[in-house]
């Protein structure tokens, strides 16, 4: 079945530094590749998302790319902020069930001011 | 638009005992999902609803039930809880049948003694 995995579990950074989480995939008939945000003691929120049609996608400070062939993608987040300290995960569906999402571990992303 | 709303968000069951999670939502999404999040592991899917009037099991469906009560609202059903089910819960929802961002709610945690 699918499998995603997630690397670092965690992640300091020095505020202005650049942060870069990656996940790994095993289904190659999974097409839609979505990183969520989750603060403390809230739900994971959609922070960017990719398609298998595009390598990569960017919007302001983050930029998540897709490479098909060695099934992985990447979130890459540029002049960090302690805002950004959260915990990011990184998910794709089953190529035959869409909506069976798999999610990797997590990361817990801390931005030392 | 409230988005996705979770209740309780706090409780606490003694093993055995029975309660259910509500979740609604008011963005007129077809599909609805209740996953469970534990250290270290992410997110687990244990059921979801791809339209109204279906239900099927995810990764973990076991000790669970589910019921999607209209277009809205998808509650999760524990009908003798046990320690193993301490754990964070999640309701979202999408758009279209998988490949669209998941909406969360803030989640319900759970303790059972």
């Known amino acids: 079945g699918e499998n995603v995995e997630q690397h670092p579990s965690t992640l300091s950074v020095q505020e202005g530094d650049s942060a870069v989480i990656k996940c790994t995939y095993s289904d190659s008939a999974s097409n839609y590749f979505p990183w969520y945000k989750q603060e403390l003691g809230k739900g994971p929120q959609l922070i960017i998302d990719i398609r298998s049609n595009v390598g990569e996608k960017k919007d302001q400070r983050i930029a998540v790319t897709l490479n098909k062939t060695a099934k992985h993608f990447s979130l890459h987040i540029t002049e960090t902020q302690p805002e950004d300290s959260a915990v990011y995960f990184c998910?794709?569906?089953?190529?035959?069930?869409?909506?069976?999402?798999?999610f990797g571990s997590g990361t817990k992303l801390n931005v030392k001011p | 638009n409230a988005g996705v709303t979770q209740t309780p968000k706090f409780q606490v069951l003694k093993t055995g005992q029975s309660m259910t999670l509500q979740c609604a939502q008011d963005m007129n999404h077809n599909s609805m999902y209740w996953y469970r999040q534990d250290p270290g592991m992410g997110l687990r899917l244990i059921y979801y609803s791809a339209s109204e009037g279906t239900t099927d099991k995810g990764e973990v469906p076991n000790g669970y039930n589910v019921s999607r009560l209209n277009k809205r609202e998808f509650s999760l059903r524990l009908e003798s809880a046990a320690p193993s089910q301490t754990s964070v819960y999640f309701c979202a929802s999408n758009g279209q049948l998988g490949n669209s961002p998941l909406h969360f709610g803030n989640g319900t945690r759970l303790t059972v003694t």
């Open positions: 998910a794709a569906p089953r190529g035959d069930n869409f909506n069976k999402f798999y």
